[in-house]
């Protein structure tokens, strides 16, 4: 059994939904890897697998316990199992580049229904969906501001 995960969203290190991987986490280091990273609106990113050479960034959490770790986030990321129609998200392994461009393999939850996702989300065009939002929260304080 793989026991790691790359993550690119909620779970990043100091978000929402970190907390939920975050018992399990025995390591985490800047990472990234292969496809196309939308933000939906529910306020959550999602990445499919493309023929794209957009680089997702993220990182990548070694986990102890691997097995109720991905358990925590199969609930989360709403996956019931491999194919299932119901999942919101696959549970994929993919390869992962680390900052010292050594290569290892995690799993990565990717939007079950990716016909979908360019109809409902924004494409985030460097990959980078922390700083996507930081931006974002950025531009709606500045719209809102008094003079």
Same mark, same amino acid.
């Given at each position: 059994?793989?026991n790691?995960?790359?993550?690119?969203?909620?779970?990043?290190?100091?978000?929402?939904?970190?907390?939920v991987v975050?018992?399990?986490? *025995?390591?985490?280091k &800047? &990472?990234?890897?292969?496809?196309?990273?939308?933000?939906?609106? @529910?306020?959550?990113p999602? *990445?499919?697998?493309?023929?794209?050479?957009?680089k997702i960034?993220?990182?990548?959490?070694?986990?102890?316990?691997?097995?109720?770790?991905?358990? &925590?986030?199969?609930?989360?990321?709403?996956?019931?199992?491999?194919?299932d129609?119901?999942?919101? @998200?696959?549970?994929?392994?993919?390869?992962?580049?680390?900052?010292?461009?050594?290569? *290892?393999? &995690?799993?990565?939850?990717?939007?079950?229904?990716?016909?979908?996702?360019?109809?409902?989300?924004?494409?985030?065009?460097?990959?980078?969906?922390?700083a996507?939002m930081?931006?974002?929260?950025?531009?709606?304080?500045?719209?809102?501001a008094?003079?």
């Amino acid at each position: 059994m793989v026991n790691k995960v790359f993550v690119y969203g909620t779970l990043l290190s100091g978000l929402s939904n970190h907390r939920v991987v975050k018992p399990y986490v *025995v390591d985490c280091k &800047a &990472a990234k890897t292969v496809g196309q990273l939308y933000h939906l609106p @529910y306020g959550y990113p999602a *990445v499919i697998d493309s023929d794209s050479e957009q680089k997702i960034i993220g990182e990548l959490l070694e986990l102890k316990e691997a097995e109720p770790a991905l358990k &925590a986030l199969d609930r989360l990321e709403g996956y019931i199992g491999p194919g299932d129609r119901r999942n919101l @998200y696959e549970r994929i392994v993919q390869e992962v580049v680390m900052t010292d461009c050594s290569r *290892v393999l &995690a799993y990565i939850y990717v939007w079950a229904n990716p016909e979908k996702l360019d109809r409902i989300g924004e494409l985030v065009p460097d990959g980078d969906w922390r700083a996507y939002m930081k931006k974002l929260h950025c531009r709606n304080n500045i719209g809102s501001a008094k003079n």
